[in-house]
Protein backbone atom coordinates (compact mmCIF):
# COMPACT_ATOMS: atom_id res chain seq x y z
CA UNK A 1 0.00 0.00 0.00
CA UNK A 2 1.42 3.67 -0.59
CA UNK A 3 0.84 6.33 1.79
CA UNK A 4 2.11 9.80 0.67
CA UNK A 5 1.58 13.22 1.07
CA UNK A 6 -2.10 13.89 -0.44
CA UNK A 7 -1.59 17.40 -1.60
CA UNK A 8 1.33 16.15 -3.94
CA UNK A 9 -1.41 13.17 -6.01
CA UNK A 10 -4.31 15.44 -5.66
CA UNK A 11 -2.04 18.64 -7.15
CA UNK A 12 -1.31 16.15 -9.87
CA UNK A 13 -4.88 15.77 -10.68
CA UNK A 14 -5.81 19.06 -9.71
CA UNK A 15 -8.09 18.42 -6.95
CA UNK A 16 -6.31 21.13 -5.35
CA UNK A 17 -3.39 23.70 -5.99
CA UNK A 18 -0.32 22.89 -5.97
CA UNK A 19 1.71 24.45 -2.93
CA UNK A 20 4.32 26.72 -3.62
CA UNK A 21 7.41 25.37 -2.37
CA UNK A 22 5.72 21.20 -2.40
CA UNK A 23 8.47 18.34 -3.26
CA UNK A 24 8.74 17.52 -7.38
CA UNK A 25 6.17 15.02 -8.83
CA UNK A 26 8.18 13.24 -11.07
CA UNK A 27 7.84 9.78 -9.02
CA UNK A 28 3.93 9.91 -10.13
CA UNK A 29 4.93 9.73 -13.39
CA UNK A 30 4.54 6.05 -13.80
CA UNK A 31 1.72 5.91 -11.58
CA UNK A 32 -1.79 5.07 -12.77
CA UNK A 33 -3.69 8.24 -11.27
CA UNK A 34 -1.04 10.02 -13.67
CA UNK A 35 -2.69 8.57 -16.28
CA UNK A 36 -6.07 10.21 -16.16
CA UNK A 37 -7.22 12.49 -18.60
CA UNK A 38 -7.00 16.29 -18.01
CA UNK A 39 -10.54 16.55 -19.42
CA UNK A 40 -11.65 14.14 -16.77
CA UNK A 41 -10.21 16.56 -13.92
CA UNK A 42 -13.40 18.49 -12.84
CA UNK A 43 -15.24 15.40 -12.67
CA UNK A 44 -13.04 13.32 -10.23
CA UNK A 45 -12.88 16.85 -8.02
CA UNK A 46 -16.75 16.72 -7.78
CA UNK A 47 -16.43 13.01 -7.00
CA UNK A 48 -14.08 13.70 -4.27
CA UNK A 49 -16.10 16.64 -2.75
CA UNK A 50 -19.20 14.68 -2.84
CA UNK A 51 -17.34 11.73 -0.87
CA UNK A 52 -15.50 14.14 1.71
CA UNK A 53 -18.75 15.96 2.05
CA UNK A 54 -21.83 13.97 2.43
CA UNK A 55 -20.84 9.92 2.57
CA UNK A 56 -20.32 7.69 5.90
CA UNK A 57 -17.65 6.15 7.11
CA UNK A 58 -17.12 2.64 5.10
CA UNK A 59 -19.55 4.14 2.31
CA UNK A 60 -17.57 3.54 -0.95
CA UNK A 61 -18.23 5.53 -3.97
CA UNK A 62 -16.83 5.04 -7.46
CA UNK A 63 -15.33 6.71 -10.62
CA UNK A 64 -14.18 5.84 -14.14
CA UNK A 65 -12.27 8.45 -16.01
CA UNK A 66 -13.33 8.44 -19.95
CA UNK A 67 -11.08 6.73 -22.25
CA UNK A 68 -8.49 8.78 -23.41
CA UNK A 69 -8.70 9.12 -27.32
CA UNK A 70 -5.03 10.08 -27.84
CA UNK A 71 -3.46 7.00 -26.19
CA UNK A 72 -6.57 4.62 -26.27
CA UNK A 73 -5.82 3.65 -22.66
CA UNK A 74 -8.15 1.87 -20.85
CA UNK A 75 -9.95 4.69 -18.07
CA UNK A 76 -8.94 4.35 -14.62
CA UNK A 77 -11.21 3.11 -11.99
CA UNK A 78 -10.88 4.85 -8.24
CA UNK A 79 -13.01 3.50 -5.79
CA UNK A 80 -13.01 6.09 -2.88
CA UNK A 81 -14.39 5.27 0.96
CA UNK A 82 -13.59 7.64 3.86
CA UNK A 83 -12.27 5.18 6.26
CA UNK A 84 -12.59 7.70 9.38
CA UNK A 85 -13.65 11.29 10.87
CA UNK A 86 -12.16 13.01 13.80
CA UNK A 87 -12.34 16.26 14.96
CA UNK A 88 -9.19 18.13 16.06
CA UNK A 89 -8.94 21.41 18.27
CA UNK A 90 -6.49 22.61 15.96
CA UNK A 91 -7.65 21.16 12.20
CA UNK A 92 -11.43 21.04 13.14
CA UNK A 93 -12.70 18.02 11.11
CA UNK A 94 -10.10 15.76 8.97
CA UNK A 95 -11.16 12.38 7.35
CA UNK A 96 -9.11 9.51 6.18
CA UNK A 97 -9.70 8.69 2.20
CA UNK A 98 -9.32 5.59 0.94
CA UNK A 99 -8.59 5.42 -2.77
CA UNK A 100 -8.73 2.12 -4.86
CA UNK A 101 -7.08 3.47 -8.10
CA UNK A 102 -7.27 0.90 -10.97
CA UNK A 103 -6.12 0.71 -15.04
CA UNK A 104 -6.18 -2.76 -16.65
CA UNK A 105 -4.41 -5.30 -14.38
CA UNK A 106 -2.95 -2.74 -12.15
CA UNK A 107 -3.95 -1.76 -9.13
CA UNK A 108 -2.68 0.73 -6.63
CA UNK A 109 -4.06 1.79 -3.42
CA UNK A 110 -3.10 5.30 -1.54
CA UNK A 111 -4.56 6.90 1.11
CA UNK A 112 -4.71 10.89 2.30
CA UNK A 113 -5.97 13.01 5.06
CA UNK A 114 -8.44 15.92 4.71
CA UNK A 115 -9.28 18.97 6.49
CA UNK A 116 -11.90 20.88 6.25
CA UNK A 117 -11.46 24.59 5.97
CA UNK A 118 -13.35 27.61 7.25
CA UNK A 119 -14.84 28.69 3.74
CA UNK A 120 -16.28 24.81 3.86
CA UNK A 121 -13.48 23.82 1.32
CA UNK A 122 -11.31 20.35 2.24
CA UNK A 123 -7.13 20.53 2.22
CA UNK A 124 -5.00 17.62 2.31
CA UNK A 125 -3.10 17.58 5.22
CA UNK A 126 0.62 17.53 5.08
CA UNK A 127 0.82 15.31 8.54
Given at each position: MKKILGCCVLATVGVMPALSGAAPLSFLNKSI???IPAADTPSLQ???GVVLNDMADGQPTEWT???STRTRRTPVHIVLTPQQTVQ???AGTCRLLDAKVSQANTDENWKYWFCKQADGSWKASHN
Open positions: ISRATVSSQTDS
